[in-house]
């Protein structure tokens, strides 16, 4: 089974400062999916970026980037010019790849998640 | 763009009640997912339907049940409510073929045992 560890429980940045959360996994796979979601205090989930494992370029979306080391099991969230707006609570998740979904493993596996506080 | 409905968004009941949640997936979606969120956790996987038919199944109660409908809607049953079951209840769904791999979730049911 696949694991997501997300071990900074809360991390704060200054606005327009840059800050980057820290998400390590497990699995046997070698095709599969991550994702950062973030959560802000509405609890909506809302999907901030996904990378995809055989592509080796990291994905980018706009203030947001990934840091992606396949070797390591390393997936790691940029977020530049940091915005009061930014303040949530950050899941990094894992999904394995459509081809092994028959039947089963299409479900998201989240990590524990980090708290992301964003000083004025 | 359709996004993924739940209803109700609140919902508050007795302990030994029972509680049913709403899900309407995005158009075109095959497969829908459940997941219980407790405060200051993560979500929690309980079950997914895929073509309507049941694909997976994670920490859900035997109190629980679930299923998808000709319309591809789902619902989640909650019997005998405990003062546990307070959470976040949170529907998702996705395209297994030709699709990006996403899940987009919906806002969500904040259920309220007392």
């Known amino acids: 089974a696949q694991t997501v560890t997300q071990s900074q429980p809360e991390m704060s940045v200054q606005e327009a400062e840059t800050v980057t959360l820290s998400c390590t996994y497990d699995?046997?796979?070698?095709?599969?999916?991550l994702f950062w979601y973030k959560q802000p205090p509405s609890r909506q989930m809302i999907l901030v970026i996904r990378?995809?494992?055989?592509?080796?370029q990291n994905a980018t979306e706009n203030r947001f980037s990934v840091n992606f080391q396949k070797a390591a099991k390393s997936f790691s969230l940029k977020i530049s010019d940091s915005q009061l707006g930014d303040a949530a609570m950050y899941f990094c998740a894992y999904r394995s790849a459509p081809s092994s979904w028959a039947g089963a493993n299409s479900k998201l596996t989240f990590g524990k998640g980090i708290t992301l506080s964003v000083r004025p | 763009a359709a996004g993924v409905i739940q209803s109700p968004r609140h919902l508050i009941k007795e302990k030994r009640e029972t509680a049913t949640l709403k899900c309407y997936p995005i158009p075109r979606h095959d497969t829908v997912y459940w997941y219980q969120q407790g405060p200051g956790q993560d979500p929690q996987f309980l079950i997914s339907?895929?073509?309507?038919?049941?694909?997976d199944k994670g920490s859900i109660p035997d109190r629980f049940s679930a299923q998808q409908f000709s319309d591809y809607h789902s619902e989640l049953n909650m019997s005998s409510l405990e003062l546990g079951d307070s959470a976040l209840y949170f529907c998702a769904s996705s395209l297994r073929t030709g699709g990006r791999a996403e899940a987009f979730f919906g806002q969500g049911t904040r259920l309220t045992v007392v």
């Open positions: 699995t046997s796979e070698s095709d599969y999916y």
């Open positions: 990378q995809e494992a055989y592509k080796q």
């Open positions: 339907f895929y073509e309507k038919m049941q694909s």
